[in-house]
């Protein structure tokens, strides 16, 4: 989206520069990343991140009114409820698809938030392996607030471990080794010292949690939360020895409560010209005509699972009636083919990452790029020039 920085870099890109960009985030922990990397960072203009941040500002505060705390307390199922409630997220995403206005300006819209973990230290590695591989310019960065390599860390380090020893802090999981953002977890425990441990082989004393490290109990100050709480139910095989609702003398981040009070439940609370039209699908008394310009999303489902594009008044007609609180209906947005490439030109999707503790603070960013109907792997299949990424600005 900044010709120049865009021409350059296809005309310089070679595949053997982007096998050795490839070979190098796998060879980092002898690990294969298990999700495809796109060849291509994009570069955002100063008046489109102009008009993001501004969106974003809308959607903070939004988020931070009184108003919207009463309303997300209705997010939350009783049978989820975890004591000890942050007042703040601690960690946030804002997932802006690019788009298009009726003047031709790109225009950010909001698709979806979370207050929950994302990939805060792989994008630190993707970030350095593009510099490395490719003619990424002094003058860009991906960090936000004044942060740099170092000082990105450091702030991150700052949130998640706290003033905890690290290894009292651990990144809590079911089966971690099997996660598609393994990377993620393995970047974390290079980056913050912060072991990734599954959910069954923590030990519960009383108030208190411990994991074995070396044959040793090491109690647990901290957790770096990544279990997603419908995974967890559905696996009736996996056995653990504590309950999220026990009252536990440790501290979350970001807190369970967050993942469902900042969550696809939100997008109906905001009206603003930066999100999509957004509805529970219980509130229709007569559905739309026009189907095909709507997307059924269940709220609590994670990466894009159980969301309907290709939508038939039939689909909707399907969900039993007491279960259509648990769905909303969104209007579909079209996504700018803005990205030129070697072929067809691609979509993003931006994801702005947010560490909160008295106040949100931008820090980092992830990208989507997809040439098919959704930024999924199902929609990309065969297809370059897609997948995960990142996105520079100049400073």
Request: hydrophobic content about 35%; proline content about 5%.
């Amino acid at each position: 989206m900044i010709s120049h920085l865009r021409n350059k870099f296809n005309s310089g890109f070679t595949e053997e520069k982007y096998n050795s960009f490839l070979k190098h985030l796998d060879s980092e922990f002898n690990y294969h990343v298990d999700f495809r990397v796109a060849e291509t960072p994009i570069f955002l203009s100063k008046d489109f991140l102009k008009e993001i941040l501004k969106a974003s500002d809308e959607i903070l505060s939004t988020l931070d009114s009184k108003d919207f705390r009463e309303y997300s307390e209705k997010a939350l199922p009783e049978k989820f409820r975890v004591p000890n409630e942050d007042r703040n997220p601690t960690l946030l995403s804002l997932d802006y698809a690019i788009c298009k206005d009726n003047e031709g300006n790109f225009t950010p819209q909001l698709i979806e938030l979370q207050g929950f973990a994302t990939l805060y230290c792989y994008q630190h590695l993707l970030n350095m392996s593009f510099r490395k591989h490719f003619n990424i310019e002094d003058g860009l960065t991906n960090y936000f607030s004044g942060l740099n390599e170092e000082t990105y860390i450091d702030k991150i380090k700052e949130v998640i471990t706290g003033d905890s020893d690290p290894e009292n802090v651990i990144l809590l999981d079911i089966e971690p080794e099997k996660q598609k953002t393994y990377i993620d977890f393995l970047c974390t425990e290079k980056y913050l010292g912060i072991k990734p441990v599954c959910i069954t082989e923590i030990i519960k004393e009383k108030n208190k949690l411990f994991y074995k490290k070396d044959g040793k109990k090491i109690p647990v100050e901290r957790i770096y939360n990544r279990v997603i709480n419908d995974e967890l139910e559905k696996r009736t095989d996996i056995k653990y020895d504590f309950d999220f609702r026990d009252e536990l003398d440790l501290k979350w981040i970001a807190h369970p409560n967050w993942f469902f009070k900042i969550s696809k439940f939100s997008l109906p609370f905001f009206k603003n010209k930066y999100v999509p039209e957004t509805k529970f699908l219980n509130e229709y008394e007569v559905y739309p005509d026009d189907t095909e310009n709507y997307v059924l999303k269940p709220l609590y489902s994670f990466a894009g699972a159980g969301v309907k594009f290709d939508l038939k008044s039939s689909d909707l007609e399907s969900i039993p009636e007491n279960e259509r609180q648990n769905y909303i209906l969104q209007k579909k947005i079209n996504y700018e083919p803005a990205i030129l490439t070697p072929d067809v030109p691609a979509k993003a999707e931006l994801r702005l990452l947010y560490v909160w503790d008295d106040k949100p603070v931008l820090v980092n960013n992830l990208v989507r790029l997809s040439k098919g109907k959704m930024m999924g792997v199902d929609f990309n299949k065969e297809k370059s020039w897609v997948g995960s990424s990142i996105a520079y600005y100049e400073k």
